[in-house]
């Protein structure tokens, strides 16, 4: 039973800070590709970043010089630092694992998901 469980989610105030954490398990390689999505309301799902092999790193424009995705294969861990965040930025941020070859940037390319963390900047 693969699991991804998100963390470090919550409320902070524009120009702040969070550190998002996401650990899987029932898994022995989480494959080459591990991401970081989010959805706001009434909005479709979004690629943040993405952490692919060789350390091959993809962010979205609105996260480029402000967001930090990096990852610890031994742990099958993947993290995303998020400096100055914008109210633009509220949303359920979500982990993702890709168990093909590659790295896209389409939701529906990714295998398992987490249930989500809610960051809400205000």
């Known amino acids: 039973h693969v699991q991804l469980v998100e963390s470090g989610g919550g409320s902070v105030e524009v120009e702040g800070s969070l550190r998002l954490s996401c650990v899987a398990s029932?898994?022995?390689?989480?494959?080459?590709?591990m991401g970081w999505f989010r959805q706001a309301p009434g909005k479709e799902r979004e690629r943040v970043a993405t952490?692919?092999?060789?350390?091959?790193?993809n962010y979205a424009d609105s996260a480029k010089g402000r967001f930090t995705i990096t990852r610890d294969e031994d742990k099958n861990a993947v993290y995303l630092q998020m400096d100055s965040l914008k109210i633009s930025d509220t949303g359920t941020y979500y982990c993702a694992v890709r168990l093909n070859s590659g790295c896209p940037i389409r939701p529906e390319d990714f295998t398992y998901w987490g249930q989500g963390t809610q960051v809400t900047v205000s």
């Open positions: 029932g898994i022995t390689y989480v494959g080459p590709c």
């Open positions: 952490y692919g092999g060789y350390g091959r790193i």
